[in-house]
């Protein structure tokens, strides 16, 4: 009966140090009506933060042993500059690869690392902290580990605004992102005589705002889809029009005929032709994704995605940049790109 007890106990603790992150992931990407972000991603991502949680143990370590007085107001202060920095590397890679634009799937991305770090970090304590009362694992489960996700969240969702709004690139778009994420956590880390205080406010703050970053995030997508569709189509028809020298695309390329001959013009259009049709292509697949409807994977694609490979090299570097005022190739456009060419899954 007390081993039983006892294995019971040890079940329980496992779980409230555990559970609660993955809870919120799943939920998080469940709420997201487009689901952005695929299970691979996600799946990534955990890893990622699973690493940078034992790159940051090793670091953390060396400072304890070195730095004996000051582990309080390291605890406090430089664990969260270098845990954040080491949890920002993934989720900045996957903005700045345009492998995620939007808020929403920006937002899940990052809390996928922090709950992987978050992980990592609680099979650790719960080998030292053997014996400890059910308390101590609620605080880590629905406290610290919500947290560690939910800065991570926030820092990448405040890059995907900046590069969605001021299509500002380099260290200015990534920094206010991760000096946010950095001073919430210290922020949580203050609150260490007060524990159940600071798992209230992760609790509590966390859905909270992630809840108005999916809303938000979803009112701007769906505002994006509808007018860039139509601007897709307006483009569509220009260039299969008999008047589409006299339009503002067909005579900026006409512009170009001192500069480019013939052919390169010829294949300067077709790229901006096959661009607008994968760009659609990506549109309609949300709209059906939306309406809750799963596509199969486009058998053409790999040739189209082929054909604009050629012509990219074809045209050149010097002509690509002459071509790209009309491509139109925001953060976006390279997301929903990237997106077509892996099939959306």
Known sequence: ???????????LRIALALVPAILFLVALRALDSYKLVSRR?????????????????????????QFPRYADQYARFGAPVVEEVAKAVYWIFLIATARVAFMA???ISGFAVG???ALIENVFYLQVLQGH??????????????MHGGVAAIGATISAYLLDSRQWRGVRLFAPGVLAAIVLHSFFNQS???????MVLAVVGV?????????LSEQSLRRWLGGKMDRDIDMLDMIGSDEFQQTRVGAYLVSLQEAFPAELRGDMLSLLQLTTELSMRAKGDLMLREAGVETAPDPELDSMFAE????????????????????SQTPRDLWEMHRLGQGLR
């Open 115 to 117: 709950a992987g770090f």
């Open 133 to 146: 009362g059910v308390g101590i694992w609620i605080v880590r489960g629905f406290g610290t580990a919500i």
């Open 207 to 215: 859905p909270l705002v992630l809840g108005c970053v999916l809303y």
């Open 192 to 198: 260490v005589q007060s524990p159940v205080v600071s």
């Open 41 to 65: 991603t996600v799946f990534t991502a955990l890893l990622a933060g699973a690493l940078a949680a034992g790159l940051c143990f090793a670091i953390n370590s060396i400072v304890f042993v």
């Open 308 to 327: 604009l490979r050629y012509l990219e090299k074809s045209i050149g570097p010097t002509g690509m940049l002459a071509v790209r005022p009309l491509l």
């Open 105 to 107: 799937d920006s937002a």
């Open 1 to 11: 009966m007390i081993h039983d007890s006892a294995y019971t106990g040890e079940l």
